[in-house]
């Protein structure tokens, strides 16, 4: 009798315990959203601003796979417009042209002591037909108080937005006290290789280094989080790594009448079953811990609780995103076979096939140590596993959540948009900064757009357009963010 009195009250203690310490955890759980300073306000001209970037639309500067299926014309055409356009930026800022059609500007800083910073955004956009949008993609129309068009959001938005903001301090005689770099490649979406690469190239042979690197990669958004109805800010802190293994096997053809009982296609086949019935293990990164600990005290009870008190309930919010792909694909490294290919014929078996399994791979894992798993798991050694050549990227270091750069960036963020909650974040996807990894610790992706969470898919899809109001304070966001890196 006394041994079950005792094990009940060291049960009913061992509770109470872990009550106080979920309730501890989750009053001590404060925002970490600053005080939003002054707002300055600045005399920007928005018609004239979004007439520019309707005209900017309105050039094709699509990006192919190969060199061949550029029309780099356009590309010309497009730096022509950009000296018509800004003609200050241009009479006060250095240009240089990197293979051909990158652009490199830098202004000058009146104090060596200060490390320059660099402000990114790409030419280049992706293909659009006139299917499915309400206004053609390369009409840059205004209309609905919107600017319409392909590249609005991704990323001509931005490269305007920048230009406007130089262009804006150099006529008021601004003098930067640290240097202002602008970098702009012009095949990011295809890889980035030939732009940002060769731009990043050129500044690492010159010794560079960058207080901070602000390219697009997030943005401001709404409806994307539980319990967080109003808009939230995401920095991006770091993006994954990218490879494309490659898995083939040979067998004997022959007829299709007598099959050996696995044909080729058979064993691969069953090397992507094993490796899609075991995913990479879902982990909580530095990322994905940021996030929680910026959005969490701002979500109502018992969210709230949850994400203050992950020792306890880490594992139910595993669970909870991995339900999702676009939650899941923050948690792990993930496992996407995209191609497959066997014999030409129908009744011909195949002598070889292959297949290609795209993995985006999580901070903690590398490139190798993906394809050992991977081996591992098909555990075949008839399949040869080889990387892709092309896009090969190690995840991104994390930029940390401390330090100046990154709270004058929050700063900026809260000044010019105070209704917005920042966050930092994972980019799931692969943006130009990649290649400008060591030339700053503090790589931030964020471009200053509101964007709903039904707009998203407008980027890269149909109807990508930006309000004219998010682009004023887009513009507003970036003189701000030029002179705070100066004083
Ligand atoms: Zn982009």
Redesign the pocket.
């Known amino acids: 009798m006394l041994f079950w009195v005792i094990a009940v009250s060291l049960a009913a203690l061992a509770i109470i315990i872990v009550i106080a310490a979920v309730a501890a955890r989750t009053a001590a759980f404060k925002s970490k959203q600053t005080k939003a300073p002054e707002k300055v306000d600045y005399s920007i001209d928005i018609d004239a601003a979004a007439g520019r970037l309707s005209q900017a639309v309105k050039i094709k500067t699509v990006s192919g796979h190969d060199r061949s299926q550029f029309d780099f014309s356009q590309f010309s055409a497009f730096h022509s417009f950009l000296e018509q356009s800004f003609p200050a930026a241009h009479a006060t800022l250095e240009k240089q042209v990197i293979n051909s059609y990158g652009l490199l500007c830098s202004w000058k800083g009146s104090n060596p002591d200060l490390k320059p910073v660099l402000l990114m955004a ?1 030419q280049d956009v992706v293909p659009a037909s006139d299917e499915g949008w309400v206004h053609p993609p390369f009409s840059g129309r205004i209309a609905d108080g919107r600017i319409w068009g392909r590249g609005t959001l ?2 001509k938005g931005s490269l305007m937005g920048i230009l406007e903001a130089v262009e804006y301090l150099a006529k008021d005689g601004f003098k930067p006290s640290r240097s202002i770099y602008l970098a702009s490649g012009f095949d ?2 295809v890889g980035g290789k030939e732009g940002a690469g060769k731009i990043a190239e050129h500044l690492r042979k010159q010794g560079l280094e960058f207080e901070y690197i602000i390219d ?1 990669g997030m943005a401001v958004t709404q409806g994307v989080a539980p319990g967080i109805p109003g808009w939230i800010a995401l920095i991006g802190i770091a993006e994954k790594g990218y490879v494309s293994l490659e898995l083939s096997t040979e067998a004997e053809g022959g007829h299709a009448a007598q099959p050996p009982r696995q044909t080729a296609v058979g064993i691969l086949a069953t090397a992507i079953a094993r490796l899609q019935a075991k995913p990479f293990p879902a982990r909580f990164t530095g990322p994905a811990a940021a996030l929680f600990d910026y959005l969490g005290p701002e979500m109502p009870f018992p969210t709230k609780m949850i994400f203050a008190n992950m020792w306890l309930f880490g594992d139910l919010v595993k669970r909870q995103l991995a339900a999702k792909p676009v939650t899941d694909a923050s948690i792990r490294t993930t496992t996407a076979p995209t191609q497959f290919r066997g014999s030409d014929q129908d009744n011909i078996l195949p002598m070889l096939a292959t297949a290609v399994i795209n993995f985006r791979i999580l901070q903690g894992d590398t490139i190798e140590s993906v394809s050992q798993r991977v081996t591992k798991i098909i555990g075949d050694p008839r399949v040869r596993i080889r990387p892709l050549a092309g896009n090969v990227f190690e995840p991104s270091p994390v930029s940390p959540t401390s330090g100046w750069s990154f709270g004058m960036l929050n700063d900026t963020i809260r000044e010019i948009m105070p209704d917005a909650i920042v966050a930092p974040t994972l980019v799931l996807g692969r ?1 130009d900064s990649c290649y400008f990894a060591d030339l700053s610790p503090c790589c931030y992706r964020f471009a200053p757009e509101r964007v709903r969470s039904g707009e998203l898919a407008s980027i890269h899809g149909v109807n990508e357009s930006i309000a004219i109001d998010s682009y004023g304070e887009m513009i507003s966001f970036f003189i701000r963010l030029i002179t705070s890196s100066c004083s």
């Open positions: 790409h991704d990323d990011e979406e697009e943006t």
